[in-house]
């Protein structure tokens, strides 16, 4: 298995600019989130989703979207990128979000709005 | 989710155990304790987790107090490759957390030769 998976790993945007970060598990996980870090902090949830079609808002929602078209993926949108989403994206997998569960991380984008 | 407290930093010398304090003392009965790190800005890393009995896995021993408003997180022969951040979480077993982790700033812990 290869876990998650993320791409790109870099990447630098202009403000206003838009792009997606793609997030990809084969290990047949319900539940997928995806999470922020800024320098020296930890991370903080963005999104996550319990399912297809099921996605719902974390701690940091504003200015980011996400769809879950199929159990495998699980992308990120930034519509209007600005200075603050300067930060380290982190998208993680787990088989539920019940009991003693663990979470898989991906290595992370590492994504710079100039 | 009950909130942790950790030290900022610790030091350890390769080859000894590393001894990873973490506080808890607003935890409640279904809330699980978990231990993540991450090394140099890769994604986290699952280590270990405990509901109430001390456990024990290949990479770590996770001892918790009879109460539960502590755990103390070993590496029994800590080596350079161990120089990271700790992470200690505590995560409720249900209802409505949806597996949420609430990362702290963690421990760093550096191992030296």
């Known amino acids: 298995n290869a876990g998650v998976t993320q791409t790109p790993k870099f990447r630098i945007l202009k403000i206003g600019q838009s792009m997606t970060l793609q997030c990809t598990q084969d290990?047949?996980?319900?539940?997928m989130y995806w999470y922020r870090q800024d320098p020296g902090m930890g991370l903080k949830l963005i999104y996550y989703s319990v399912g297809a079609g099921i996605t719902d808002k974390g701690e940091v929602p504003n200015g980011y979207n996400v769809s879950r078209s199929t159990t495998e993926d699980f992308p990120l949108r930034l519509e209007l990128a600005a200075p603050s989403q300067t930060s380290v994206y982190f998208c993680a997998s787990s088989y539920s979000g019940q009991g003693a569960d663990e979470q898989y991380f991906g290595p992370g984008t590492r994504l710079t709005v100039t | 989710d009950a909130k942790t407290t950790q030290p900022t930093s610790m030091d350890c010398a390769e080859g000894r155990a590393a001894n990873l304090p973490c506080n808890h003392s607003t935890i409640s009965g279904n809330e699980y304790v978990y231990w993540y790190r991450q090394i140099h800005s890769q994604g986290p890393q699952y280590i270990i987790h405990?509901?109430?009995n001390n456990e024990t896995n290949e990479m770590a021993s996770l001892i918790i107090t009879e109460d539960r408003k502590s755990s103390t997180l070993i590496l029994p022969h800590a080596t350079l490759r161990d120089t990271a951040v700790y992470y200690c979480i505590v995560r409720s077993a249900g209802g409505t957390s949806y597996g949420k982790l609430t990362f702290g700033q963690g421990t760093i812990l550096t191992v030296h030769p």
């Open positions: 405990g509901l109430k």
């Open positions: 290990m047949n996980h319900n539940y």
